[in-house]
């Protein structure tokens, strides 16, 4: 367990909604990760955030958004969805902006 | 960040040894190379990392050419727990706009076998 938590863990749903996935960080941890992994793309680093603010972004779509709350916990917001966003959608942290990121256990995103 | 290029694949018998390689001819004075793994679609897991210098944890060591060109992690009694993807990275070690980000590739899918 590594203290990092994430629900659901699985959703399934259909072309065109909007789901909200979310992200409990170890505790102490004030950065906050999004990681994609399909079986085209690998995994991926979507975006980051430091204490309630985006840090970094990598290969995010339009479509989707994240923020993190005064509590550190973190949603990561996927709209439209298109058959290709079924993935693995990792959350990870880390101490600081620059500290070691330790991975949750993953949502499971099957869009039908 | 420098490309990494790992085997797709490696075999290893239970309580051997595990030596898996990776290149990073490109990689700067300035970066780390850091170890995960990931077991069947669980979240990645952090290994070990180092920058020049070799370095051993309760679960690996890692092993830097002195060029810097090349490392091994060796796992010194591999168990069928550790059959995963194991991922070699390269990371900045004064990170800039692009964040704290890893950049994962293919790994090196290890089969430890009985």
């Known amino acids: 367990d590594s203290g990092v938590t994430q629900t659901p863990k699985h959703l399934i749903t259909a072309t065109g909604q909007r789901v909200t996935l979310r992200c409990s960080p170890r505790?102490?941890?004030?950065?906050v990760y999004w990681y994609q992994q399909s079986l085209d793309q690998g995994l991926q680093f979507l975006i980051q955030y430091y204490n309630g603010e985006e840090r970094a972004k990598g290969n995010i779509l339009e479509r989707f958004s994240a923020q993190q709350f005064p509590d550190l916990h973190s949603e990561l917001n996927l709209s439209s969805l298109e058959l290709g966003d079924s993935a693995l959608y990792f959350c990870?942290?880390?101490?600081?902006?620059?500290?070691?990121?330790?991975f949750g256990p993953g949502t499971r995103l099957t869009v039908l | 960040d420098a490309k990494t290029t790992q085997p797709p694949s490696m075999d290893c018998a239970e309580g051997r040894a595990a030596n898996l390689p990776c290149n990073h001819s490109?990689?700067?004075?300035?970066?780390?190379v850091y170890w995960y793994r990931q077991i069947h679609s669980q979240g990645p897991q952090y290994i070990i990392h180092?920058?020049?210098n070799n370095e051993t944890n309760e679960m690996a060591s890692l092993i830097i050419t002195e060029d810097r060109k090349s490392s091994t992690l060796i796992l010194p009694h591999a168990t069928l727990r550790d059959t995963a993807v194991y991922y070699c990275i390269v990371r900045p070690r004064i990170l800039t706009g692009g964040g704290n980000k890893l950049t994962f590739g293919t790994g090196t899918q290890l089969k430890v076998e009985l």
């Open positions: 180092g920058l020049k």
């Open positions: 505790s102490g941890d004030l950065s």
């Open positions: 990870a942290s880390s101490v600081s902006a620059s500290g070691d990121a330790v």
């Open positions: 490109t990689i700067s004075g300035n970066e780390y």
